[in-house]
């Protein structure tokens, strides 16, 4: 039998894998991807340390990822982030994005163009955030801090006034535009 070349958007699929590292279901739709085919762990997760419900999610990632289901929610979230600073950006000015996984308190999630720390809450405790916002503050782009609260997002935008923050959705499917609270 004769191996097929991968269609187009498998070949979109791999690269969003590659830069992203975990895409959910509800992600692959709202960029018109497939995931069939590509490995896949479908999970009950809370978006949020203390939401309720909880919600099925089917997470996308290399074998290896999906061997540690702790973290693939994290990570889509953070894709989710990447997304919506960099798709309505010509490719030349979408900037770099750099994944840390070192999990340190003193280090960001990720880097984007080499200035700003990018980190995703899902339900840090008080002195965490306060730790973590001192020690990103350093960073001359500034901090994003994501969230899957809107309810979160507002309250630390406001005890944060510069920071800013955004409630991201790697969950639902359908348009998904993060909400961004306003500044002090």
Known sequence: MTRQPPT????????????????????????GLDGTGFPSLPLTVRPH???RPEVTVTFYAEPTRL????TLAHSAALAEVRYHLTNTLPPEQAGHWAIDHGGAMSRPDAVWNEETAIEVDTGYA???VRRKMKAFEAFPGGIIWATTSPRRSSRLQALYPE????????WTPGSSRPQTSSRG
């Open 8 to 31: 187009i958007r498998q070949q979109q699929m791999r690269q969003a894998i590659q830069r992203d590292e975990v895409l959910t279901d509800a992600q692959l739709q709202r960029r």
């Open 126 to 128: 008080a002195l965490v």
């Open 49 to 51: 340390s203390q939401s």
């Open 163 to 170: 920071a800013r923050v955004m409630t991201v959705d790697y």
């Open 67 to 70: 061997r540690k289901p702790t």
